[in-house]
């Protein structure tokens, strides 16, 4: 068990719907990272926040957002869904501030199916 | 572009023996971190080791170890006496050194097969 949680496990959604990914980091970390892995694209970085501010963003598509709140927990906001958007979500956090390469630790995802 | 190569996407060993993954990265950064994770058919990406780039000296954890050639920018994971527990896909993962964010960009993965 990494410490990191992330909500819900599985969804299963209809194209054009949308979706919020929840996770919760490991106690004392700041840093929440998202990910991507899908079939196609394999591990992709998406976005990146430090303590309620963003730091980095990859590839990340418009239709998608994130936020990570004052309680440091995170959101990942995924509209207009697309059959390309089916994947294995990832959530990691860290005790880093984003310069020391710091282990991530990576929750159990959540896996999306969009039909 | 920062790019990581993991050119053997499929490997099998016998268990007790030893295997070796192979990996190769892209940066004209100097300064940063290499990473191996391990993905079991659980799903769970479970860090295997960690190395800094300004040091020479290889990581090792247990049965892993790393072979870090920084001027030819390979990074080769050797797992030795493979056991049953080590089949899962493996990712060679890069960061580097930043004042910003600390993002890994991953390789294709390497799935191994640890065979009794």
């Known amino acids: 068990d990494s410490g990191v949680t992330q909500t819900p496990k599985h969804l299963i959604t209809a194209t054009g719907q949308r979706v919020t990914l929840r996770c919760s980091p490991r106690?004392?970390?700041?840093?929440v990272y998202w990910y991507q892995q899908s079939l196609d694209q394999g591990l992709q970085f998406l976005i990146h926040?430090?303590?309620?501010?963003?730091?980095a963003k990859g590839n990340i598509l418009e239709r998608f957002s994130a936020q990570q709140f004052p309680d440091l927990h995170s959101e990942l906001n995924l509209s207009s869904l697309e059959l390309g958007d089916s994947a294995l979500y990832f959530c990691?956090?860290?005790?880093?501030?984003?310069?020391?390469?710091?282990?991530?630790?990576f929750g159990p995802g959540t896996r999306l199916t969009v039909t | 572009a920062q790019t990581v190569t993991q050119s053997q996407p499929e490997m099998s060993v016998q268990e007790a023996e030893t295997v070796t993954l192979s990996c190769t990265y892209d940066t004209s950064e100097s300064n940063y971190y290499l990473f191996w994770y391990k993905q079991p058919p659980s799903r769970q990406m479970i860090l295997v080791i960690r190395?800094?780039?300004?040091?020479?000296q290889n990581a090792t954890e247990n049965r892993f170890s790393v072979n870090f050639q920084k001027a030819a920018k390979s990074f080769s994971l050797k797992i030795s006496d493979s056991q049953l527990g080590d089949t899962a896909m493996y990712f060679c993962?890069?960061?580097?050194?930043?004042?910003?964010?600390?993002?890994?960009?991953f390789g294709t993965g390497t799935r191994l097969q640890v065979f009794p």
């Open positions: 926040y430090y303590n309620g501010e963003e730091r």
């Open positions: 990691a956090s860290s005790a880093g501030t984003g310069t020391g390469g710091y282990e991530q630790y």
């Open positions: 106690s004392g970390d700041l840093s």
């Open positions: 190395q800094e780039a300004y040091k020479q």
């Open positions: 993962a890069f960061t580097p050194r930043s004042y910003n964010t600390d993002k890994l960009i």
